[in-house]
């Protein structure tokens, strides 16, 4: 296999000192106050298929600080049906071809692989520490950790030691069928963490592992994949560099483009003891889930204007008393409800409407008028205007 040329530094296009970075334009903007610290966080990914492979490498080419990898598979040809891998790499572990191309993309982040299964009892208190130390610096908890799982068993795993060091995380997931998928943001205490509603299948005691059929996969699309993974770093990018609003429950269903919002609230009778007790601690000392705030508003200038060119509204406003605010109309809920008509602000009103000079009290007058107009022929209307 040839090799790639190594990139030592991002090219000028993504530094700081470029005012035209593509990155640092979210900051110019005022979308963010200050996107460098984006350097500065640490965020684990456990599972690096096709949706933690994807969000990897968004996170990278965002210029995330540190990110750690956990997988234990290996890249097979099967998976070329997703984004990211390719087909030089089978045969590789996940993290460890993931950790490749990822420096290679931006070698300014640190990039910590590690082929390991946490829900094996030897490898539990290794995930632990790493959450508890594993910051840019080494010397304290991950900013954030991001499930892309495709099992219950590592979720829970994933649940039970955030639970235990009250570590924020997100939990992501893709339907079999492969045309749906979710995210969840899940802070011990104040939102409903995984134990608190399982799914119906393990509710129900029925062994994971025989849903399964030997030499049978579930369906795989990398459209879902990537759009949920788009999803998942956003919402990543909301939480951390605080603009915005943080999804608490995201769901997307492709059939019919159906998007759900949630808020859950976690379940006092959790069979997570370390639940029950944030929630405890949530309640001795609440603590409100503030929006993030949004940043003030900045005006985009150019280096130079030498002519002059300003942009200003075309149209004009025209004062309706039975019309409302068009910042505050929405055309259909998610729900599938539709607005009624009194919300609706024409676009052209006309002049009998907004002059309060021109007197309509004469209906009958008006409306004989009118009838009179409707009986006439295209040949009178034409007479009509040849004669003005």
């Keep these: 296999m040839a090799s790639r040329p190594r990139i030592e530094k991002m090219s000028a296009e993504v530094v700081d000192s470029n005012p035209y970075s593509r990155l640092m334009a979210l900051q110019r903007m005022g979308i963010v106050q200050d996107y460098e610290r984006i350097r500065q966080f640490s965020v684990m990914i456990v599972g690096v298929g096709g949706v933690g492979s994807v969000a990897a490498e968004m996170l990278t080419r965002c210029g995330i600080g540190k990110l750690l990898l956990y997988d234990y598979d290996k890249v097979e040809l099967a998976n070329m049906n997703r984004l990211f891998y390719q087909p030089h790499q089978a045969g ?116 994971e592992s025989t849903l399964k059929r030997e030499g049978v996969c579930a369906a795989s699309l990398p459209t879902t994949m990537g759009i949920v993974a788009g999803f998942l770093v956003q919402n990543t990018l909301k939480y951390l560099l605080k603009f915005g609003r943080v999804s608490n429950y995201l769901g997307y269903n492709a059939l019919d483009d159906h998007f759900l919002l949630l808020t859950l609230k976690p379940n006092e009778d959790c069979d997570d003891s370390y639940c029950r007790k944030r929630q405890l601690e949530q309640q001795s000392n609440p603590t409100v889930i503030e929006e993030n705030p949004q940043p003030a508003q900045t005006e985009v200038t150019h280096e130079s204007n030498e002519w002059g060119i300003e942009l200003v509204s075309d149209s004009v406003d025209v004062p309706n008393e039975n019309t409302v605010d068009r910042n505050h109309i929405e055309l259909a809920s998610s729900s599938g409800g539709t607005v009624s008509l009194d919300q609706v602000k ?42 003005m």
């Design 92 to 207: 590789l572990t996940k993290v460890e071809a993931a950790a490749e191309t990822l420096k290679f993309i931006n070698p300014d982040v640190i990039i910590e692989p590690y082929n390991m299964n946490i829900t094996k009892v030897d490898s539990f208190p290794l995930f632990m520490d790493k959450i508890r130390t594993g910051n840019k610096d080494n010397s304290g908890p991950v900013d954030l950790v991001l499930s892309c799982v495709d099992n219950f068993g590592a979720r829970m795993t994933i649940n039970t030691a955030c639970n235990e060091l009250d570590q924020t995380w997100m939990e992501s997931g893709v339907s079999e069928n492969a045309v749906s998928g979710h995210i969840q943001l899940i802070v011990p205490g104040r939102s409903a963490c995984f134990a608190c509603a399982p799914p119906l299948i393990m509710a129900s005691n029925v062994d």
């Design 346 to 387: 024409y676009q052209y009103v006309p002049k009998a409407k907004c002059n309060p000079q021109i007197d309509t009290s004469d209906n009958e007058t008006s409306a004989a008028s009118t009838a009179r107009d409707e009986d006439l022929s295209i040949e009178d209307l034409m007479a009509q205007m040849k004669r």
